[in-house]
């Protein structure tokens, strides 16, 4: 028998854990990108490339180095503490062509990665349909 519902749900952040590792090195851990921004980003990293998972932003770093283009119709954050409880996000969206800046957030403050959302979620959306309608699939 089924229990009536009473008051509120809980959320679905509430109900599973902040951080999931995924199998490899350090460069390749997959978090929720709300966890990351509470801490500089790691001196080896270009960044955090971002993409949307489940109703959140999941992120894996992108490490330092020769090979690290941002994939296509992926978004690279980057972030810098400028003073207390505020910080500079820079994003970058890669394309066939190489990468193109984004956005700019400058002074934000604590977990940021609310602001940054809704730009993520539409620009990569609009990248996917773009990017498909330019290269349909055959029947």
């Given at each position: 028998m089924?229990?009536?519902?009473?008051?509120?749900?809980?959320s679905w952040s509430a109900t599973r854990p902040s951080l999931t590792l995924v199998p490899g090195s350090d460069a390749l851990r997959t978090a929720q990108l709300s966890v990351l921004t509470?801490?500089?980003m790691p001196a080896d990293v270009r960044?955090?490339?971002?993409?949307p998972a489940?109703?959140?932003?999941?992120?894996?770093?992108?490490p330092l180095g020769r090979s690290t283009a941002v994939p296509e119709g992926r978004v690279l954050l980057s972030w810098t503490s400028?003073?207390?409880?505020?910080?500079?996000?820079?994003?970058h969206l890669g394309h066939a062509d190489g990468e193109a800046?984004?956005?700019?957030?400058?002074?934000l403050r604590g977990d940021w990665s609310c602001v940054v959302r809704p730009t993520i979620i539409q620009v990569t959306g609009l990248y996917a349909t773009l990017h498909a309608t330019r290269h349909p699939t055959p029947a």
């Open positions: 089924r229990r009536p519902v009473t008051g509120r749900r809980r509470a801490e500089p960044g955090a490339l971002v993409r489940g109703g959140t932003l999941v992120a894996n770093w992108l400028v003073g207390p409880d505020r910080t500079d996000v820079t994003a800046l984004l956005a700019v957030w400058p002074g």
